[in-house]
């Protein structure tokens, strides 16, 4: 079992920057691949952004590339979600997530990841 707890969320103004951080615990391995997703009201889960424990690998959604950047802290178990430039429309309460299997298979589908944090609500006024 992986158990994530994100935290960072608020309200920011347009333009505005927010450091997102998911503290993981439990079984961890490098093969795992950490994702962030974000949920906007009813809407779908969005991939954000992943990455893995083991390589410097990044993935990016093409709406937050050049603006987000994920990072991780292999030694407090945390990876981050920094947020610049950020826009009304990114507003969501933002997910991280596990994927156990590694970048196989995919690493855009929800349904790909395994453990899931309790979210974090990011607010970006106009």
């Known amino acids: 079992q992986v158990q994530l707890v994100e935290s960072g969320g608020g309200l920011v103004q347009a333009g505005g920057s927010l450091r997102l951080s998911c503290a993981a615990s439990?079984?961890?391995?490098?093969?795992?691949?950490m994702g962030w997703f974000r949920q906007a009201p009813g809407k779908e889960h969005e991939f954000v952004a992943a990455t893995s424990w083991s390589t410097d690998n990044t993935y990016y959604a093409d709406s937050v590339k050049g603006r987000f950047t994920i990072s991780r802290d292999n030694a407090k178990n945390t990876v981050y979600l920094q947020m610049n430039s950020l826009k009304p429309e990114d507003t969501a309460v933002y997910y991280c997530?596990?994927?156990?299997?590694?970048?196989?298979?995919?690493?855009?589908?929800?349904?790909?990841?395994?453990?899931w944090g309790q979210g974090t609500p990011v607010t970006v006024s106009s």
């Open positions: 997530a596990v994927k156990r299997d590694g970048p196989y298979g995919g690493l855009k589908a929800a349904t790909l990841y395994d453990y």
């Open positions: 439990g079984r961890t391995f490098s093969t795992y691949i």
